[in-house]
């Protein structure tokens, strides 16, 4: 009885196991992936398996180690077995087992790389030779969670060797030089790799291991751990101490105890060498281990990687997206045999482009495709260019990258903002600005836009997406977000889509309609599904598109985002049914100005609040736009407006009743503001920033007397602020920076008794301030240059609270002229 647990018992559950697999792989498709992996990690396994029964027979390997090791493989046999019987529309249990199947294996290489090589490593000492080839399997063992998924939910991660390269690596030659030199700067005692999920970064780190010079300098001293979720301190410390076979493991009193060890451990072992610590896959939150960590040694460097920045670290490396030359190369290695292509050329060119540079989508659906007929990648092709997700059959590379939107959860309104990016078109850039007008009426966010900042910032270090400042000079705290704009990678934008398309389409939050010529989603026109409930609606379109969707109802639809790139754009039809509609956002990305060809807006749009344009012609005001009783913001960005607001006949009483807020920006043919505009009572803010051909502001301004921000910023024609200005007592911030024409200011400036902040970097016709900026006592910041800081030090005495602020001119309007690459 004894013989049959301690002997065979073992293997005959392993072949069990692998039979299974066969098995089911022959008889469903629907877990080939997830299948395939489990399959690779037990071929790995195998020897290993094979070894531990001969070990057996000389060193009794107890009964109840045996005994367990069978059983996790009779478990896993079941599970396999179990998920035949799932039905091929149960998409919930699909997902589920998929976990489980994954978590299985995660388990398993837990329990080799833990109990079965502590156990091993304890009995190896007698059978020494024996435990070097094992260790050497066991690499290989640990070096599959880098093609696969991460397996150390567990908290354990094996020992602290350091692990081989993988044996195909592509496209890192040059990012491997920028990090080294970054690590071997001195002074530099923590890098950090920064990457989003499945860009090479462990692979990076191993490579950096491997390098010659690294080697060299290091020598034995590299102690290599992969950190877990919810990383402890004192075991980890622990597996920097299993390194070294010789050494007893001790038990720590606590953390201090443990560090405190661990410096004698290293003088000890090390003595003055340097030492490299890598603390690979650092989740947030942990951080602060990083500073643990750092000992005070000489020579001693730790390297982190993480899919989150730690802006705290002064020293971030950013690992890049493989190019489309390298990107090719690897996809190759995956998909043939050999390396050699066996399908017509363009199917792969296709397949390698919707992989968007990303090595861990390369490796899968290269994987995926590997020895597969032709038909299959048509197939594929098809399938991506008719709006099918790469998650849709790609498990594997869905739940790598989910794990960086799991760990939203609890975090709703971050998810949420996080799935809301995927509304916007690839490639493009999103303004802030746009995402904060969605976000105040969907989430409750301020007006200034600091928490969409706040959010995005947040997003931007957990590598979900790209933040970026176009100025960095004039931050301020009237408006958080009005220079900023957002990129999203290709994949973690399906990712967004793939997750709101969850569920039913009736039932869904946020609805995303992408038209082309390939693909015309029918559920959206089809009866049946009719009301869909969506409060969130985004609908993008290249030139084809089609407005006869008479019969769609989208009544709840709170949030409509309208992209498209054509020269004449009808406004969908459906809208007039859209009675809640409280944001619209209409962007046009063509490359010439669009117009709309049923503006006016249909006039049911009663609710609707904040109304965005960009990229417009708007030959004229209608009527029934001035007459949108609840709107509260209008933006019109890069329109052409021309003498669009001079035709207005309408009377005052009845126009924009509640707006309080003004933006053109940008707008080329914008000469002067109309006096009726000063009739907008309500209004706040106005913001005419790039207003190139203003020349004049009416003399009714003053009538604004709600006036709080008034921004002029690079209008770089305006000859000078009208006297009545004198007339906004509640104005607050005025920004006349790059005002370049503009050469004295109003006498009664000083009778703006409520300023507290006027910009006017680059100022530089301005020769003198009017002496009545004396009675300017509320203000307190001026941002200007050094020529209009002489101005105000004359003035100083008699302003107590005022704070000159000096910047040197930083401006990037590239972004203006061309898409950010
Ligand atoms: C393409 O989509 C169809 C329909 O959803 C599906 O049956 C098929 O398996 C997909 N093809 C591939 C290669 O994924
Ligand atoms: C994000 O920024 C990094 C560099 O910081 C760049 O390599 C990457 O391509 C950018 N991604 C997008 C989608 O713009
Ligand atoms: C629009 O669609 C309806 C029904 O879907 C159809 O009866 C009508 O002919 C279509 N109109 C045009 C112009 O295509
Ligand atoms: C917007 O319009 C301008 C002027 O016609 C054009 O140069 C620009 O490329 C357009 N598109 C975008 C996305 O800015
Ligand atoms: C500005 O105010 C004056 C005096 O109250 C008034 O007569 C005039 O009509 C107002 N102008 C506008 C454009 O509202």
């Given at each position: 009885?004894?013989?049959?647990?301690?002997?065979?018992?073992?293997?005959?559950?392993?072949?069990?196991?692998?039979?299974?697999?066969?098995?089911?792989?022959?008889?469903?498709?629907?877990?080939?992936?997830?299948?395939?992996?489990?399959?690779?990690?037990?071929?790995?396994?195998?020897?290993?398996?094979?070894?531990?029964?001969?070990?057996?027979?000389?060193?009794?390997?107890?009964?109840?180690?045996?005994?367990?090791?069978?059983?996790?493989?009779?478990?896993?046999?079941?599970?396999?077995?179990?998920?035949?019987?799932?039905?091929?529309?149960?998409?919930?249990?699909?997902?589920?087992?998929?976990?489980?199947?994954?978590?299985?294996?995660?388990?398993?290489?837990?329990?080799?790389?833990?109990?079965?090589?502590?156990?091993?490593?304890?009995?190896?000492?007698?059978?020494?030779?024996?435990?070097?080839?094992?260790?050497?399997?066991?690499?290989?063992?640990?070096?599959?969670?880098?093609?696969?998924?991460?397996?150390?939910?567990?908290?354990?991660?094996?020992?602290?060797?350091?692990?081989?390269?993988?044996?195909?690596?592509?496209?890192?030659?040059?990012?491997?030089?920028?990090?080294?030199?970054?690590?071997?700067?001195?002074?530099?005692?923590?890098?950090?790799?920064?990457?989003?999920?499945?860009?090479?970064?462990?692979?990076?780190?191993?490579?950096?291991?491997?390098?010659?010079?690294?080697?060299?300098?290091?020598?034995?001293?590299?102690?290599?751990?992969?950190?877990?979720?919810?990383?402890?301190?004192?075991?980890?410390?622990?597996?920097?101490?299993?390194?070294?076979?010789?050494?007893?493991?001790?038990?720590?009193?606590?953390?201090?105890?443990?560090?405190?060890?661990?410096?004698?451990?290293?003088?000890?072992?090390?003595?003055?060498?340097?030492?490299?610590?890598?603390?690979?896959?650092?989740?947030?939150?942990?951080?602060?281990?990083?500073?643990?960590?750092?000992?005070?040694?000489?020579?001693?460097?730790?390297?982190?990687?993480?899919?989150?920045?730690?802006?705290?670290?002064?020293?971030?490396?950013?690992?890049?997206?493989?190019?489309?030359?390298?990107?090719?190369?690897?996809?190759?290695?995956?998909?043939?045999?050999?390396?050699?292509?066996?399908?017509?050329?363009?199917?792969?060119?296709?397949?390698?482009?919707?992989?968007?540079?990303?090595?861990?989508?390369?490796?899968?659906?290269?994987?995926?495709?590997?020895?597969?007929?032709?038909?299959?990648?048509?197939?594929?092709?098809?399938?991506?260019?008719?709006?099918?997700?790469?998650?849709?059959?790609?498990?594997?590379?869905?739940?790598?990258?989910?794990?960086?939107?799991?760990?939203?959860?609890?975090?709703?309104?971050?998810?949420?903002?996080?799935?809301?990016?995927?509304?916007?078109?690839?490639?493009?850039?999103?303004?802030?600005a746009a995402l904060t007008d969605m976000w105040v009426e969907l989430y409750n966010l301020d007006e200034c836009g600091m928490y969409t900042l706040i959010y995005l910032l947040e997003l931007s270090n957990r590598n979900l997406v790209n933040l970026t400042l176009v100025r960095k000079d004039d931050q301020d705290a009237i408006d958080y977000c009005k220079d900023h704009f957002v990129m999203q990678h290709d994949l973690l934008r399906e990712l967004a889509i793939h997750q709101s398309r969850q569920g039913s389409i009736e039932g869904r939050e946020r609805l995303i309609v992408e038209i082309n010529r390939n693909a015309f989603p029918e559920w959206l026109t089809d009866q049946k599904q009719q009301p869909i409930n969506a409060r969130i609606l985004s609908i993008t379109t290249d030139n084809a598109f089609c407005s006869n969707w008479s019969n769609v109802q989208i009544p709840d639809v709170k949030v409509l985002i309208l992209n498209f790139q054509i020269k004449f754009y009808t406004l969908p039809e459906f809208m007039e049914r859209m009675s809640r509609?409280?944001?619209?956002?209409?962007?046009?990305?063509?490359?010439?100005?669009?117009?709309?060809?049923?503006?006016?807006?249909?006039?049911?749009?009663?609710?609707?609040?904040?109304?965005?344009?960009?990229?417009?012609?708007?030959?004229?005001?209608?009527?029934?736009?001035?007459?949108?009783?609840?709107?509260?913001?209008?933006?019109?960005?890069?329109?052409?407006?021309?003498?669009?607001?001079?035709?207005?006949?309408?009377?005052?009483?009845?126009?924009?009743?509640?707006?309080?807020?003004?933006?053109?920006?940008?707008?080329?043919?914008?000469?002067?503001?109309?006096?009726?505009?000063?009739?907008?009572?309500?209004?706040?803010?106005?913001?005419?920033?790039?207003?190139?051909?203003?020349?004049?502001?009416?003399?009714?301004?003053?009538?604004?007397?709600?006036?709080?921000?008034?921004?002029?910023?690079?209008?770089?024609?305006?000859?000078?602020?009208?006297?009545?200005?004198?007339?906004?007592?509640?104005?607050?911030?005025?920004?006349?920076?790059?005002?370049?024409?503009?050469?004295?200011?109003?006498?009664?400036?000083?009778?703006?008794?409520?300023?507290?902040?006027?910009?006017?970097?680059?100022?530089?016709?301005?020769?003198?301030?009017?002496?009545?900026?004396?009675?300017?006592?509320?203000?307190?910041?001026?941002?200007?240059?050094?020529?209009?800081?002489?101005?105000?030090?004359?003035?100083?005495?008699?302003?107590?609270?005022?704070?000159?602020?000096?910047?040197?001119?930083?401006?990037?309007?590239?972004?203006?002229?061309?898409?950010?690459?």
């Amino acid at each position: 009885m004894a013989d049959l647990l301690g002997g065979g018992a073992i293997g005959v559950a392993f072949d069990l196991l692998m039979q299974a697999i066969l098995d089911v792989t022959i008889e469903v498709a629907t877990f080939n992936s997830e299948l395939e992996h489990l399959k690779l990690t037990l071929i790995l396994i195998k020897p290993f398996v094979e070894d531990i029964e001969k070990l057996n027979k000389v060193l009794n390997f107890r009964q109840q180690g045996a005994e367990e090791l069978a059983n996790r493989f009779r478990k896993g046999e079941n599970l396999v077995r179990k998920c035949m019987e799932i039905k091929w529309w149960n998409a919930i249990k699909k997902y589920s087992y998929a976990k489980k199947l994954e978590k299985y294996e995660a388990s398993l290489l837990w329990f080799f790389q833990i109990n079965v090589q502590a156990e091993l490593s304890r009995d190896g000492k007698i059978v020494a030779v024996g435990v070097k080839v094992l260790e050497e399997k066991m690499d290989k063992i640990i070096s599959i969670q880098d093609n696969g998924r991460s397996v150390n939910s567990n908290g354990f991660s094996g020992w602290c060797g350091v692990p081989g390269v993988p044996d195909f690596v592509v496209g890192l030659d040059a990012q491997l030089q920028e990090l080294k030199g970054m690590l071997l700067k001195d002074g530099v005692p923590i890098v950090v790799l920064s990457a989003p999920g499945g860009c090479g970064k462990t692979t990076l780190a191993k490579l950096l291991c491997n390098d010659d010079e690294i080697k060299g300098i290091y020598g034995n001293n590299i102690f290599f751990q992969t950190v877990s979720r919810a990383p402890n301190l004192q075991l980890m410390v622990q597996k920097v101490f299993q390194s070294n076979k010789n050494q007893q493991v001790p038990i720590f009193q606590s953390d201090e105890d443990a560090m405190y060890q661990l410096e004698q451990f290293f003088l000890r072992q090390v003595g003055l060498a340097p030492i490299l610590l890598v603390l690979d896959d650092m989740w947030s939150g942990s951080e602060s281990l990083i500073d643990q960590f750092l000992l005070p040694k000489r020579g001693y460097k730790i390297l982190v990687t993480s899919r989150f920045v730690f802006p705290q670290f002064e020293w971030t490396c950013k690992l890049n997206m493989l190019n489309h030359q390298d990107a090719m190369t690897l996809f190759h290695h995956y998909a043939f045999k050999d390396g050699i292509c066996t399908v017509q050329k363009h199917l792969v060119e296709k397949v390698v482009r919707g992989c968007s540079g990303s090595p861990l989508a390369l490796t899968v659906v290269g994987r995926s495709l590997y020895r597969q007929p032709e038909v299959k990648w048509i197939s594929t092709v098809q399938n991506w260019s008719q709006g099918q997700s790469i998650y849709d059959t790609n498990m594997v590379l869905l739940s790598r990258l989910k794990t960086s939107l799991d760990a939203l959860d609890g975090m709703a309104v971050l998810k949420n903002c996080f799935l809301d990016l995927g509304l916007f078109p690839e490639d493009q850039r999103i303004p802030a600005a746009a995402l904060t007008d969605m976000w105040v009426e969907l989430y409750n966010l301020d007006e200034c836009g600091m928490y969409t900042l706040i959010y995005l910032l947040e997003l931007s270090n957990r590598n979900l997406v790209n933040l970026t400042l176009v100025r960095k000079d004039d931050q301020d705290a009237i408006d958080y977000c009005k220079d900023h704009f957002v990129m999203q990678h290709d994949l973690l934008r399906e990712l967004a889509i793939h997750q709101s398309r969850q569920g039913s389409i009736e039932g869904r939050e946020r609805l995303i309609v992408e038209i082309n010529r390939n693909a015309f989603p029918e559920w959206l026109t089809d009866q049946k599904q009719q009301p869909i409930n969506a409060r969130i609606l985004s609908i993008t379109t290249d030139n084809a598109f089609c407005s006869n969707w008479s019969n769609v109802q989208i009544p709840d639809v709170k949030v409509l985002i309208l992209n498209f790139q054509i020269k004449f754009y009808t406004l969908p039809e459906f809208m007039e049914r859209m009675s809640r509609l409280t944001v619209l956002l209409v962007t046009n990305y063509g490359f010439t100005r669009a117009y709309l060809e049923n503006f006016p807006l249909p006039s049911q749009l009663n609710n609707l609040k904040r109304l965005r344009l960009e990229n417009i012609s708007i030959p004229s005001i209608a009527t029934s736009i001035l007459q949108l009783k609840n709107l509260q913001k209008i933006s019109m960005i890069m329109c052409e407006i021309g003498k669009a607001f001079e035709e207005c006949t309408i009377s005052i009483s009845n126009t924009w009743p509640n707006l309080n807020e003004i933006n053109i920006e940008y707008c080329d043919n914008l000469v002067e503001i109309p006096a009726w505009v000063c009739g907008l009572i309500h209004l706040k803010k106005i913001n005419l920033r790039y207003c190139q051909e203003l020349v004049t502001l009416p003399p009714e301004l003053g009538n604004l007397t709600n006036l709080e921000v008034l921004r002029l910023q690079s209008c770089t024609q305006l000859l000078e602020l009208p006297e009545s200005i004198s007339g906004l007592r509640e104005l607050k911030f005025l920004d006349i920076s790059d005002c370049v024409e503009m050469d004295h200011l109003p006498e009664q400036l000083g009778d703006l008794c409520g300023l507290r902040t006027i910009h006017m970097m680059g100022c530089t016709a301005l020769s003198e301030l009017p002496p009545s900026v004396m009675d300017l006592v509320q203000l307190e910041r001026v941002i200007c240059d050094d020529e209009i800081a002489c101005l105000w030090q004359f003035y100083r005495d008699n302003l107590d609270k005022l704070e000159i602020v000096v910047v040197k001119e930083d401006v990037n309007l590239n972004w203006l002229h061309k898409r950010p690459a």
